[in-house]
C-alpha cells in the first residue's frame, strides 16, 4: 500500500498496479440501482452475479494530495440499462474529478442536486472534467471493458447514500443498437 511520498504505478486497460485498495462490484451490490428490477431478479435467480465493476485505487490521506483509481467497467446489461458504477456526489462538495479514458466506449452521466443532468463521452485518449457539486456515474456503452482513469482531491469523500435513494434523473439504455438517454421513471427528485 502506498501511504506516502512520491510513487509510479502502471497502468493499462486490466488495471493498475500497484494500488492500495481493490473494490469489486457485483449485480448484487448494485441491486437498487438498476431500473429494470424484474431482469435483475431474473439473472439472481437464474444463478448469475456477474461482476459489473472493478475500482483499483491509490488513496492518499493529507489535504492537498490527490487520489488515483482506475476503474474497469464490464460490457453487459440488465434489461435494456448498461452497466455502470454506482454513481456518487463528493461529501466535500467544492471538488471536482478528472477522468482520462484507456479504453472502451462510454458515457459519463452527471446530475446536480436539482436533478439538471449532464452527459460526455469517454473513450481513449478523451478527458473528462466533473466539476464540484455533480453526481457522476459511468457507463458503459460499447462491447468491450470501458477502463479510465480518475484522480481527485484526497479529502473528496463519497456520498454514495443520496444516489441511492434517489437515484438519478436520468437513464442510458440501448435501444435499436445504440445508446439513448431516457427519463428514469424511478427516479425520486426534490
Given at each position: 500500500?502506498i501511504?506516502?511520498?512520491?510513487?509510479?504505478?502502471?497502468?493499462?486497460?486490466?488495471?493498475?498496479?500497484p494500488y492500495g485498495a481493490?473494490?469489486?462490484?457485483?449485480?448484487?451490490?448494485?441491486?437498487?440501482?438498476?431500473?429494470?428490477?424484474?431482469?435483475?431478479?431474473?439473472?439472481?435467480?437464474?444463478g448469475?452475479?456477474?461482476?459489473?465493476?472493478?475500482?483499483?485505487?491509490?488513496?492518499?490521506e493529507?489535504?492537498?494530495e490527490?487520489?488515483?483509481?482506475?476503474?474497469?467497467?464490464?460490457?453487459?446489461?440488465?434489461?435494456?440499462e448498461?452497466?455502470?458504477?454506482?454513481?456518487?456526489?463528493h461529501v466535500k462538495?467544492?471538488t471536482s474529478?478528472?477522468?482520462?479514458g484507456?479504453?472502451?466506449?462510454?458515457?459519463?452521466?452527471m446530475q446536480?442536486?436539482?436533478?439538471n443532468?449532464?452527459?460526455?463521452?469517454?473513450?481513449?485518449?478523451?478527458i473528462?472534467?466533473?466539476?464540484?457539486?455533480?453526481?457522476?456515474?459511468?457507463?458503459?456503452?460499447?462491447?468491450?471493458?470501458?477502463?479510465?482513469?480518475?484522480?481527485?482531491?484526497?479529502?473528496s469523500?463519497?456520498?454514495?447514500e443520496?444516489?441511492?435513494?434517489k437515484?438519478?434523473?436520468?437513464l442510458i439504455?440501448?435501444?435499436?443498437?445504440?445508446?439513448?438517454?431516457?427519463?428514469?421513471?424511478?427516479?425520486?427528485?426534490?
Amino acid at each position: 500500500m502506498i501511504l506516502k511520498g512520491p510513487y509510479s504505478a502502471k497502468l493499462d486497460k486490466t488495471g493498475m498496479l500497484p494500488y492500495g485498495a481493490k473494490v469489486e462490484r457485483r449485480l448484487t451490490d448494485l441491486l437498487e440501482y438498476f431500473s429494470d428490477k424484474d431482469a435483475v431478479n431474473k439473472m439472481l435467480s437464474g444463478g448469475e452475479n456477474p461482476i459489473i465493476y472493478v475500482v483499483y485505487e491509490i488513496g492518499r490521506e493529507m489535504e492537498g494530495e490527490l487520489n488515483v483509481g482506475c476503474t474497469i467497467i464490464y460490457p453487459g446489461k440488465i434489461g435494456d440499462e448498461y452497466y455502470f458504477t454506482m454513481g456518487h456526489f463528493h461529501v466535500k462538495e467544492t471538488t471536482s474529478e478528472v477522468y482520462f479514458g484507456i479504453s472502451g466506449e462510454g458515457m459519463i452521466l452527471m446530475q446536480d442536486r436539482k436533478g439538471n443532468v449532464f452527459v460526455e463521452e469517454i473513450k481513449p485518449e478523451t478527458i473528462v472534467y466533473i466539476p464540484p457539486g455533480l453526481a457522476h456515474r459511468s457507463v458503459n456503452t460499447g462491447k468491450t471493458e470501458l477502463v479510465f482513469l480518475a484522480i481527485y482531491p484526497s479529502g473528496s469523500g463519497h456520498d454514495y447514500e443520496t444516489v441511492r435513494k434517489k437515484g438519478f434523473a436520468k437513464l442510458i439504455v440501448e435501444k435499436n443498437g445504440k445508446p439513448v438517454i431516457i427519463d428514469n421513471p424511478n427516479y425520486k427528485g426534490n
